[in-house]
């Protein structure tokens, strides 16, 4: 029970910083959701780091990695702003869009760990 608990809090804390983090004006001058972009490229990072520093099955693990970073993190509103760029027939900005998602949080996850592991 304490598990769930703990997940809870960790996500509730993530969806908080995520939705605070979008919510920058910074983010309004664009036109690409780059709000979405950043909490996805900043949790790839996050998940790197914590991945080889938290034993897995551990409370703090399912806290950190399902609970805050699933609350960070959100695929679902990249798909999202995905369909919305499609609607828009935005096509070009679709495409990169969805390509920079990809390639920047893979880049992300990769330094994440190898700094978590040089720890």
Do not use: H, W
Request: charged share 10%; hydrophobic share 60%.
């Amino acid at each position: 029970m304490i598990g769930i608990i703990l997940l809870a809090l960790g996500a509730a804390l993530g969806v908080a910083v995520r939705a605070y983090i979008v919510s920058l004006k910074i983010f309004e001058r664009f036109s690409l959701p780059y709000g979405t972009f950043t909490v996805n490229v900043v949790g790839a990072f996050l998940m790197g780091l914590s991945m080889p520093l938290i034993i897995q099955g551990s409370l703090l693990y399912f806290m950190v990695i399902f609970g805050f970073l699933g609350g960070l993190t959100t695929y679902s509103a990249f798909t999202l702003d995905q369909l919305r760029l499609f609607e828009a027939k935005a096509f070009r900005k679709l495409i990169k869009y969805t390509f920079m998602m990809m390639f920047f949080c893979l880049v992300a996850l990769a330094l994440g760990l190898l700094v978590g592991v040089s720890l």
